[in-house]
């Protein structure tokens, strides 16, 4: 089953560009993944596949026609992902289940 960016990271993406599309001036249409969404990617990269920092929202046509422009390498995907695994671990845990808050920032 293929799977999407989730309506938080959409937003996290386009609160970042503005909703403007990464190329030009024109309104987001749809979100790119930078490392292709495919199950093999999906196993070896679980936290950053779907992450803002594998996101760009892009308009109609530079989807269809640039999208490729802001593809990224397996190797730099694995810099991404043994961060936020780093990132995860240095958080302090307490029980099984744990909560994220968002923090609103002055």
């Not at 749809?30 to 803002?52: D, E, G, I």
Request: charged share 20%; with cysteine.
């Amino acid at each position: 089953m293929k799977t999407t960016f989730s309506p938080e990271t959409k937003q996290s993406i386009a609160e970042s560009q503005n909703n403007y599309c990464k190329l030009c001036l024109n309104p987001i249409h749809s979100y790119h993944h930078k490392l292709q969404n495919t199950v093999a990617n999906r196993k070896k990269f679980p936290l950053f596949l779907h992450s803002p920092m594998n996101g760009v929202g892009l308009c109609e046509n530079a989807h269809k026609n640039k999208a490729h422009k802001f593809k990224i390498t397996t190797q730099e995907a694995e810099v991404y992902e043994n961060w936020l695994r780093n990132l995860i671990c240095d958080m302090p845990f307490s029980g099984v289940s744990v909560t994220y808050e968002k923090i609103e920032r002055g």
